[in-house]
């Protein structure tokens, strides 16, 4: 292949990106959705223009890393550990149910596997798939409506994320668990050691980017160095650990995110990722799916993966913010508010194709469920606020 036709390809894949992104946000749904359907367009569902080359591959490999980084960079230590064991045990039933439920939806649909087996570990995966939660849609209906500072807003945004923190250790597991050569011992012992190394090398870092950071405040050298730590934490815990790049990269935004230019390295981060990469990786989920390639199967399969989906969040967290005290009003926001799906379910997916846990032909059920959750997702919610507001809400 000619060095030069990598630029043709680059070329079409942003410029398709950000028109589709543009069109997706005037539509009031997530811009992610609209830069996949872009490469469903160009890639070999319709146009053909574009192809996933070994190049794109790896560019978007590059970009779900970065994407994982600035998830960590967000994730506020302190304000988790303020929420205390509710927004926990939340975020623990919004990853079990529907990890459970996706897993017996998959065996009812392609026969029941035994425990061990890699069509056992194919059912989990999907399960997997649907604990990801992307607060997103539900932060802006609930900064829209003032509730956001609210009791149940704050909770839900506290136990979105712990699920994907959750969630993400779930995924490494079970890419763990499918290598052949593994076994549950040594899988657990891998994921237990590169958190282990994760705390110590974080603690070690903390104390140098805190130090930095205080004698040099908003240096452009700063998010170099946090970029350093991500790649380099990237590369450890696939090539020592065994276990995905994405955990790695999670592992050093949380690191980080406490430090007080955090959200200046998260900034500079964005830059790369909107403009270049973040598309990249997104546009690639589309170039990967050929839709001549669906049939009736995929179809009802796909309708069946968004409503156990979307039920098992709700039904998870309601049941247990009930148990854990909110009335029952409140415990249904919450598991409305945490049935949203994002950028996570497609990380998860990308990772599960490239270890063979998944076909690309599942990819368009995952897009719809996205779709499905950003559109329902706010307007249940204006339904129940605007009949139930929240008392507890700060002005």
Not at 73 to 83: Q, V
Not at 136 to 150: F, P, Q, S
Not at 182 to 197: D, E, G
Request: glycine share 8%; proline share 3%.
């Amino acid at each position: 292949m000619e060095t030069y036709l990598i630029f043709k390809d680059l070329a079409i894949i942003l410029l398709a990106a950000k028109l589709f992104g543009v069109i997706a946000r005037k539509c009031k749904i997530p811009q992610v959705v609209g830069e996949i359907i872009a490469g469903l367009i160009i890639g070999p569902s319709l146009l053909g223009i574009a192809s996933e080359t070994d190049f794109i591959v790896k560019m978007a490999e590059i970009g779900v890393v970065i994407i994982m980084f600035s998830a960590g960079l967000e994730t506020n230590i302190k304000d988790l550990i303020k929420t205390g064991p509710k927004a926990l045990a939340i975020a623990c039933a919004g990853v079990f149910v529907p990890l459970f439920l996706g897993a017996v939806m998959y065996m009812a649909f392609y026969g029941w596997a035994q425990v061990g087996t890699e069509a056992f570990f194919k059912a989990v995966f999907i399960g997997t798939i649907m604990t990801a939660t992307s607060v997103g849609i539900t932060v802006e209906a609930l900064r829209e409506m003032g509730y956001l500072k609210g009791t149940t807003g704050t909770t839900i945004l506290s136990a979105a994320i712990i699920d994907d923190i959750i969630g993400i250790i779930v995924l490494t597991f079970v890419i763990g668990f499918k290598n052949p050569e593994s076994n549950p011992v040594n899988v657990m012992i891998s994921t237990v050691l590169f958190f282990m190394f994760a705390i110590i090398v974080g603690f070690i870092c903390y104390r140098f980017f805190k130090f930095y950071d205080k004698r040099h405040e908003h240096t452009r050298r700063i998010p170099i160095y946090g970029l350093v730590l991500c790649l380099a934490m990237s590369y450890i815990a696939e090539k020592f650990f065994g276990i995905a790049d994405i955990t790695g990269a999670y592992a050093a935004g949380i690191i980080l995110s406490n430090i007080r230019d955090s959200e200046y390295i998260a900034e500079k981060m964005d830059v790369s990722s909107y403009m270049f990469f973040g598309p990249i990786f997104f546009v690639a989920i589309g170039l990967k799916t050929n839709l001549a390639t669906i049939n009736l199967d995929i179809i009802w399969f796909a309708l069946a993966f968004v409503v156990v989906a979307l039920i098992a969040k709700i039904i998870g967290c309601a049941l247990v913010s009930k148990v854990c005290g909110f009335n029952k009003w409140e415990s249904l926001k919450i598991g409305i508010g945490m049935m949203t799906r994002g950028e996570v379910a497609l990380i998860v997916s990308q990772k599960g194709l490239a270890v063979g846990l998944m076909s690309a032909s599942y990819f368009p059920a995952v897009i719809l469920l996205i779709l499905a959750s950003s559109i329902l997702t706010p307007i249940l919610l204006k339904m129940l606020y605007s009949k139930h507001p929240d008392p507890s809400m700060i002005q």
